[in-house]
């Protein structure tokens, strides 16, 4: 009978260490998971500056109502060989009162600051670049138009 009860005890020790381990093992993976999380969602990645003629700034959403925005930057890109198109950088706007003076610029010039993240989340936007500041609003060029509406009259 002794001996039966010493083989009990020793199984004992056993189990508090794999429930030990097994706790171990969930705390290591929930710091994961946050640090996964954080890093996806909440660490700004880069940050920067875009410049260019302010297309639009909308409020939109279903559930989570976000400013949405569209800048055409000067300048073509090729997606495809032959193919062309503007470069569009689109953004969204946390800041209310950063948004109500864009939805006031719509066709100015306008200089952006942003900040860059992994992925977007809902209730900040459907972008992964959140403009955070703006630097400069300016009227569009009215000169530039008269300067090219000859070149290209003349070509056709």
């Given at each position: 009978?002794?001996?039966?009860?010493?083989?009990?005890?020793?199984?004992q020790?056993?189990?508090?260490?794999?429930?030990?381990?097994?706790?171990?093992?969930?705390?290591?993976?929930?710091?994961?998971?946050?640090?996964?999380?954080?890093?996806?969602?909440?660490?700004?990645?880069?940050?920067?500056?875009?410049?260019g003629?302010?297309?639009?700034?909308?409020?939109?959403?279903?559930?989570?109502k976000?400013?949405?925005?569209?800048?055409?930057?000067?300048g073509?890109?090729?997606?495809?060989?032959?193919?062309?198109?503007?470069?569009?950088?689109?953004?969204?706007?946390?800041?209310?009162?950063?948004?109500?003076?864009?939805?006031?610029?719509?066709?100015?010039?306008v200089?952006?600051?942003y900040?860059?993240y992994?992925?977007?989340?809902?209730?900040?936007?459907?972008?992964?670049?959140?403009?955070?500041?703006?630097?400069?609003?300016?009227?569009?060029?009215?000169?530039?138009?008269?300067?090219?509406?000859?070149?290209?009259?003349?070509?056709?």
């Amino acid at each position: 009978m002794i001996l039966k009860n010493e083989s009990m005890n020793d199984l004992q020790p056993k189990r508090r260490k794999s429930k030990k381990w097994l706790g171990r093992f969930a705390g290591v993976v929930l710091i994961a998971l946050a640090a996964f999380v954080y890093v996806r969602y909440y660490y700004v990645f880069g940050t920067g500056v875009k410049s260019g003629e302010l297309n639009y700034l909308v409020y939109k959403g279903v559930i989570f109502k976000t400013y949405e925005g569209k800048l055409i930057q000067t300048g073509f890109r090729a997606d495809k060989p032959g193919g062309l198109q503007s470069n569009q950088f689109d953004f969204s706007v946390e800041d209310k009162e950063i948004a109500e003076k864009l939805m006031l610029s719509s066709g100015k010039n306008v200089q952006l600051h942003y900040r860059e993240y992994f992925a977007p989340l809902p209730w900040r936007g459907y972008t992964k670049f959140i403009v955070d500041s703006i630097i400069t609003i300016e009227e569009p060029r009215q000169d530039l138009h008269q300067e090219i509406a000859p070149h290209v009259l003349e070509t056709l």
